[in-house]
Each structure stands twice: as C-alpha cells, then as structure tokens.
C-alpha cells in the first residue's frame, strides 16, 4: 500500500479528537486480504478442534486480562460510558468461551440412523468449515456484535477477513491485533478498512460467506453484491422492539428495564426499547414512574455519564424527524421533546399516546427515545408489537409464566426476554437473529456454528443389502417387496378428521 492511499480518520465523538487514521481499501488490497486468508483458512483448519479450542481461549484470556484498556478505546471512539463497554467486552468473553468448548460437540463427526431400507448402511454426519467469512460489523457495539461472528466463525474453522465500521476502526484494529498475538503463525483474522465501498468490495471478492451487522437498507445491498458469486450472507439488521408490561407487572421492575433498555448506549441498539406496551390499569402509574426515573439520567461526554453521546452524527436527524412528527400527529412528550435534542448528546424523550402509524412507532429511531402506548390487554399488545416490519427481540412483563410463554409463542420475533431486558444475549447458547427486515440466519448458539460451517453427509457400506435399490440388474420382485414393505411400515395410520 503506497503511503499517501487515502486515508479516512476516526474521532471522538464526545470533543472529535482524531483517534486513528486507516488506509480507504481499494478492492484490490481487499481481494490480496482475501488472497492471504485462504492459505490461513487452510491452516487454521488443519488445527483442528482442539488446536483451535486453545488459541480461542487464549485470546479469550487475553481480552479478560485488558477488559480494561479496551473497554477506554471503546468509550473513546465510541462514545459509551465505560461500564456499559466493559459489559459489552465481558459478554463476548462469554461468547468465544462458549464458541471455543462447544464447537467440536455441535459440528464434530457423528453417527446417524439409517432408514430401514437403507439398514445396510452406516451414516455420518459432520460439519466442514467453508473457508473465508467477511465480516462487516457495525459501530454501536463494537466488540460484541463482530464477536458474534468472529469468534463462531473461527471456531467452526474459518479465516476471518473483518471490516469494521468506519466508526470505531481503532477498536476494530485492536481486536485483530490482540487476536494476531495469540494466533500470530498466519493471518487467520484479518483487518480492511474503509467506508461502504470497502465493505461493499468484501462482498463481491470471493469470500465463502459474509456475515452483516447494520442498516437494513445497506443489508438489501450486501445480499444483491453477495447474489454475484451466490455468496451466502447472514443479515443481522435493525430492529423496532417492543416491551409489554402485563397489569399484574412489577411496575418498578419493569420502568427500570425498560429505561435502561430505551436509553442505555443512548438508544443505539438493535434491540433498543423502542415501543412500551402497557396495560390500561396501569398505564398511568407505570407512566408516571418512568418519566420521574428518565428525569434523573445525566447522558453526557463523561466516562462515567448516563449514556454518551450519539456516535454517528447522521443519527441526529433521525431522532428529530420522528419526534417531531410523533408531536405532530398527536402524541405528548412527557420528558423532554426537540429541545432535548443537542448537537451530539441528546437528552432522554419520552413521547406517550402516539399514534401507531407514526415513525416514531413504525420505524427505527435509534436514539434515546420511546414511545410509551396504552394497550386494553397483553394480546392487544402482541398484535401491536407484531404490527410491524421488524421484527428482533422483545420484552414481556408480567405474573403468569404460562400466559406470557404463550405471549413469547405468539411474537413474531427471533428473541423474547421475558421480566428483563436483553438476558438472551447472556446465554451464549441461544440464537440471535431476526426475522422479517431485522434480517435472517442466526449468530450464537449451536445455529450460530453451523452458520459458518458446511454441513457434509457420508454413507459407508457395511454389507451388502439383499435388496439392491440402486441398479438395473434389481431382483424382480423387489418392487413388489418395498410395495409391501411400505405399507406395513408407514401404511397403517388412517386418516381421521
Ligand atoms: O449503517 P450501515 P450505518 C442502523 C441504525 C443506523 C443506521 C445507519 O438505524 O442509524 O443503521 O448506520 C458497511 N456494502 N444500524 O450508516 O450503512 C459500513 O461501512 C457493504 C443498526 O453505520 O448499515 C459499516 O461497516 N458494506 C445496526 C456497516 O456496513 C457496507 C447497527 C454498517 O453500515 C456498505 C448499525 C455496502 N454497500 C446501524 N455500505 C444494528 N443492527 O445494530 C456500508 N457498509
């Protein structure tokens, strides 16, 4: 790369101090990165399960020991208060740990049954890594959502080459380099960066299987460049959640996660609160309690503040356009309004009694706003909640467990928390993915493995049949006998309205 290649910088979002400056890649140094993956593919492949089970906890090990001095990057580039990035880093430890001692279990050899006409047979079943995933990644959480793909990426046996967001690249640059000196034989995780060309150059270089964090409108982009070389994507997008609180709710218990799930990173999110559903019988009360709670937040530039301010600056517009319309057709800001809304920090909004047809309700707002609506009972919520083109995650509050699992049965969403907010993502067993515009596939989880492995089915003779299926010199009667076969097999159930 010659020295003077453009260059793009990152900055602070609280007093836009220069953070780092990166190369713009062209798509001929992405398709070089791509290039030097697929011997690393090759390698890191060959390592096995186990080889690689130790390198992912070591750097697993080594995240823990500098939580520290990534989560102050985080927070200076970002804009996050530190606790909320330590969080962040703490919950990807828990991912690549999971990922690393559970990849062999869910991906590994293992035997299936035969069917009855195929007793003859002896089957296997195994999972092969598909060689090298892109991973694009978003700047709201820059540590957990690449780790999500990343980290279930290398397990399963692949290189990674990652772009992160244009946003957060030194932290993006300091998870590759911390990666480089627990693995640093082959470039088995690579760094691009730039803006969406870069990024859009990922798509269309060969790699076997992009994995997308972002925008839905950038997500339709990524899966048509992908559809050139019929790359398989997995689409992680925005979402529009919605939390129900039941009239039986515990009321204090509910306003704080639901405060905390609305405001925290200041709404910037995927699974951000952005809809309240709450009972009639205790619209007002619950109301009344998360404007008095949303009143105390101090969001500022601190590291120890509420919530930062907004990392991308474009958000800003966003937020305004949907109060102000939300304002307009009807709805009352309770806290704050569009004088909340400052140059880079925004204070907390909270808007009650908008109607449902509105942005401010219909789409991703992203900032640290909420919409707080009355519902006549938890299924008017559920329809509500389902009303709408996202669908992520969701929050159901209440008393009858067996009520609200059937409420979590009826949402149409990939994640349902049900009395708090966000827990899925703490149990790295569990999917994360969405359905409708929030995207597809799913990262985490055994899902998550197999996401970025190749499924592979063998069969192995283990004598031969006394009925040859497969050849022209068939018995006979051999049809005759499946016929026969057939009927006394799965022939016997009735029909029965
Ligand atoms: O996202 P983009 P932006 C939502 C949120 C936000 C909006 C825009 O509502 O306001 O998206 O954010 C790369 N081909 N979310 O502009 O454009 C880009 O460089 C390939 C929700 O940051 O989706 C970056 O690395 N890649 C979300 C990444 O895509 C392209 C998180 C995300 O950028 C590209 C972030 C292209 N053509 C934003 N264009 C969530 N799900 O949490 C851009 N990129």
């Known amino acids: 790369m010659s020295i003077d290649a453009p260059q793009f910088q990152t900055t602070a979002p609280s007093d836009g ?4 400056s990166f190369p713009i890649m062209t798509p001929e140094e992405v398709s070089a ?24 906890l070591a750097w697993k090990s080594l995240l823990a ?6 989560a102050w990057l985080v927070h200076r580039e970002g804009g996050k208060p530190v606790e909320d990035a330590l969080l962040e880093i703490a919950l990807s430890i828990e991912h690549l740990d999971w990922a690393a001692k559970n990849a062999e279990k869910i991906l590994g050899e293992r035997g299936v049954r035969p069917s009855l006409l195929t007793m003859n047979q002896r089957a296997r079943l195994w999972y092969e890594p598909m060689g090298v995933v892109g991973v694009i990644g978003p700047w709201n959480y820059p540590v957990f959502t690449p780790v999500g793909s990343v980290g279930y990426a290398l397990a399963a046996g692949n290189a990674v080459v990652f772009k992160p967001s244009e946003y957060t690249t030194a932290v993006g640059q300091w998870m590759v380099d911390s990666f480089a000196q627990v693995v640093p034989e082959q470039p088995v995780v690579q760094l691009i960066t730039g803006q ?24 339709r982009k990524v899966m048509a460049a992908a559809a050139q070389n019929l790359t398989p994507v997995v689409l992680e997008l925005g979402g529009k959640d919605a939390f129900i609180v039941d009239a039986d709710a515990n009321i204090e218990k509910a306003v704080d996660a639901a405060l905390f799930g609305a405001m925290g990173n200041a709404g910037q999110t995927c699974v951000a609160v952005e809809r309240v559903y709450v009972h009639d019988a205790i619209y007002d009360q619950f109301l009344d309690r998360l404007a008095s709670r949303a009143r105390e937040l101090h969001p500022g530039n601190e590291a120890t503040s509420s919530y930062g301010p907004m990392t991308m600056p474009a958000q800003i517009a966003t937020i305004r356009e949907h109060v102000d319309h939300a304002i307009a057709c009807g ?33 991703e707002t992203f900032g640290p706003t909420v919409v707080v609506n009355r519902i006549r009972d938890l299924s008017d919520g559920i329809d509500k ?15 009858d467990r067996k009520a609200l699992m059937e409420a979590a049965r009826r949402l149409r969403t990939g994640m349902v928390s049900i009395n708090s907010w966000v827990m899925y993502a703490g149990v790295p067993a569990l999917p994360w993915g969405g359905v409708g515009v929030s995207g597809f596939g799913r990262i985490h989880g055994p899902d998550g493995l197999r996401e970025f492995a190749r499924s592979k089915g063998v069969v192995s003779e283990r004598f031969p049949s006394p009925l040859v299926l497969t050849s022209f010199s068939r018995r006979p009667d051999t049809s005759a006998i499946i016929s026969k076969a057939l009927v006394a097999l799965h022939g016997r159930r009735k029909w029965t309205s």
């Not at 990165?33 to 992912?56: N, P, S």
């Not at 020991?65 to 990534?70: D, G, H």
Request: aromatic share 6%.
């Open 331 to 363: 709805g009352r800001a309770i806290v704050g309004g569009p004088e909340s809304i400052g140059e880079s920090v925004v204070g907390p909004i909270v808007l009650a009694d908008v109607p449902e047809s509105c942005p401010a309700v219909t789409d």
């Open 33 to 56: 990165a791509v290039d030097r993956a697929r011997i690393a593919a090759h390698w890191w492949a060959e390592l096995g399960f186990d080889g690689r089970k130790t390198r992912l």
């Open 17 to 20: 101090e220069v953070i780092a």
């Open 196 to 219: 969406g060309a870069t990024g859009a150059a990922l798509c269309t270089s060969g790699v076997d299987k992009i994995s997308f964090t972002g925008s839905t409108a950038t997500g």
């Open 65 to 70: 020991r500098r939580a520290e001095q990534l």
């Open 385 to 399: 909640a389902n009303a709408n083109h996202y669908g992520l995650g969701a929050s159901l509050f209440g008393k």
